[in-house]
């Protein structure tokens, strides 16, 4: 039965990861810009952060109802957040090496 809900509430979940991701991380990124040269640990820092803001989010967004009814799991949400955080460091190291004046 929860099947039928699934397609949903994954678009709902990726809309509000797409839309939320920047505003989070945003600030995140200057400080570990302005400090951090290196690509390996802002990879961490990044994964670890998203993670912890995924986390947040899903105690945010979720209610405890919504989450018993549907069987949600915090996990899926640190996840998430934590594979948005290595791509978008991985993203910013390639753009950083082949743009110059970033």
Do not use: Q, W
């Not at 290196?38 to 109802?65: H, S, V």
């Amino acid at each position: 039965m929860t099947s039928e809900y699934f397609g949903p509430l994954l678009f709902i979940d990726v809309s509000l990861i797409v839309m939320l991701y920047p505003i989070s991380f945003l600030p995140l990124t200057f400080l570990i810009s302005k400090y951090l040269k290196k690509p390996a640990i802002k990879m961490i820092l990044f994964t670890f952060f998203g993670g912890g803001i995924g986390a947040l989010f899903f105690e945010i967004i979720y209610d405890a109802r919504f989450v018993e009814e549907f069987n949600l799991s915090i996990i899926t949400s640190i996840l998430l957040f934590s594979v948005a955080g290595v791509i978008f460091s991985l993203v910013e190291t390639v753009i950083k090496k082949n743009i110059r004046f970033v």
